[in-house]
């Protein structure tokens, strides 16, 4: 086995999404740019999307890392939207987009086109956090576009797999497809909830950092497994877990809480930064079967494909939006009257991604009686410029719409005090057990100790009110910027006496990572109390 392209396309997908932080342009897209433009390098390998690798291997870590980094509380507070839209958009992109290509192309079958219209329909839940993140969305349009892009693979994997069934000759019918969603969906949920608390059990009760770090990994693919063995929705049952996992993260150790998190960043940083430049790399494999359709004809199909695509979502999100609050006087006084720029920034986040691509590569080669699948090159093309407008198109001017949509942006000063309040609140109920502790015998301290206690909670108490002051007029920082300065040098300065004592050979190495790492923690802690 050949690792080498693996290992390009690992170090040069995240060599590039480094890059892209210096540039206004998300990362996402200059990935996708960076693959088209590599494809056609002499020397370079044919990057072929496996299914067999991407939705079981790439799709439940990318799931599970942005499942426990939403909040299952306003996932729960905007369910209505987000329902309409991973599964009342879904089936009715999969329909319009079906319909469409049925009428454009000459020769497709309405079922294959279904086909197609089932691939294409989901928004990608990568490329919909991705640039989420980049632009600053509002916390309620970001929750359900990324709530939506959570849930959303299972509808169109299961439409997918009844239209697949009708092209193939298995018999599917309407009764059955119904059947099928509701055993998928009700299937992964139930596991999810099977699986959760188990999974947490022995995540807090794990004493050793590592192993507890090693189950954090294997929970996403256990998951997902799992469900899958028993013909359910492995993506809806890693989203369970993970939103579960994500709300009681605070009951874990504080020493696997850290590891986690950087083992997490890590590994959604190396996946997107590869899944975005496949993409990309994917157009020779495409092009090498569109025989036929090559030229005029095949851009043609492309644009309307995308048109369409994009023109369905509008369709869909604004009744979504205004028809149940004309429908219900409950949701008129419980909700906030939305504009029309919400929506519309809705519509237009529907960036397509991987998934689409993966649905599309496991399509098979032949039906019922040996026969070749109806158009496969087609819907292959199709897809992967579907995926590339969306991405390019959309997400190239997503940022733009958004500024000059003029969304307000959020209040620090509110948010700065909310924490100070919540901190406050928090110090004072430490206090009274601190004096409750203090109170026993059994606890008795220097009281030296026990001050510096008490000022470690009035240190935290007021870091946050300190922030609200004035800038330093002569350098411009920030006083939470002036702390991490100061606390820097100061532990660097540690820092530097320690390595020069171990060189001396006045302590070993084994020390020394040991003070080390209690430098790094006092280090990260006055990080976080400055903001």
Known sequence: MDVMPLLLLVAGSAAIAAAARRTPVPAPLLLVAAGLAVSYVPGVPDYTLEPDVVLPL???????????????????????????????YVLFSTLVVGWAAYLLVPGLPLTAALVLGAVV???????????????GLPSRITTILQGESLLNDATAITAYKVALAVVVGEGASWAGGIEEFLVAAVGGVATGLILMAPLHWLRTHLKEPLLQNTLSLLIPFVAYATAEQFHAS?????????????????????ATRLQEDAVWKMVAFVLESAVFALIGLQLPVVLKGLGAYEGVDAAWYAL?????????????????????????????????????????????????????LAIAFSIPLTVEGHEPFPHRNLILFLTFTTVIGTLVVQGLTLPPLIRLLKFPGPDA??????????????????????????????????????DRLRQVLERRRNAVWERLGQANPVTGETVDDTYRRLSR???????????????????????????????????????????
């Not at 329909?121 to 632009?135: G, H, I, K, L, Y």
């Not at 004592?501 to 923690?521: C, G, K, Q, S, V």
């Open 58 to 88: 790439l799709l439940p870590p990318l799931l599970y890392t942005s499942a426990t980094d939403s909040s299952y509380l306003d996932l729960r507070a905007q369910l209505r939207p987000v329902a309409l839209l991973s599964v009342g």
């Open 121 to 135: 329909a989901p928004p990608d839940a990568v490329a919909a956090t991705a640039v989420a993140r980049r632009v």
């Open 234 to 254: 492995g993506v809806l049952a890693v989203v369970v877990v993970a939103l579960y996992l994500g709300h009681r993260a605070w009951e874990v150790d504080f």
């Open 304 to 356: 309307a494909v995308f048109l369409v695509v994009v023109a369905a979502r509008f369709l869909w999100v604004y009744p979504a939006t205004f028809l149940p609050r004309i429908v219900s006087a409950r949701i008129r006084a419980r909700e906030e009257n939305p504009t029309w720029r919400g929506p519309f920034v809705v519509a237009w986040a529907g960036m397509r991604g991987v998934v689409s």
């Open 413 to 450: 000063q509110a948010a700065t005090l909310a924490e100070a309040n919540a901190q406050a609140q928090a110090s004072r109920v430490a206090e009274e057990r601190l004096d409750a502790l203090l109170a026993d015998e059994r606890n008795a301290l220097p009281p030296p100790l026990a």
């Open 489 to 531: 040098e100061m532990i660097g300065e540690e820092r530097a006496m320690f390595v020069r004592l171990r060189d001396a050979r006045h302590i070993d190495d084994e020390m020394l990572r040991t003070l080390l790492r209690r430098l790094d923690l006092e280090e990260a802690a006055a990080y976080r109390e400055a903001g």
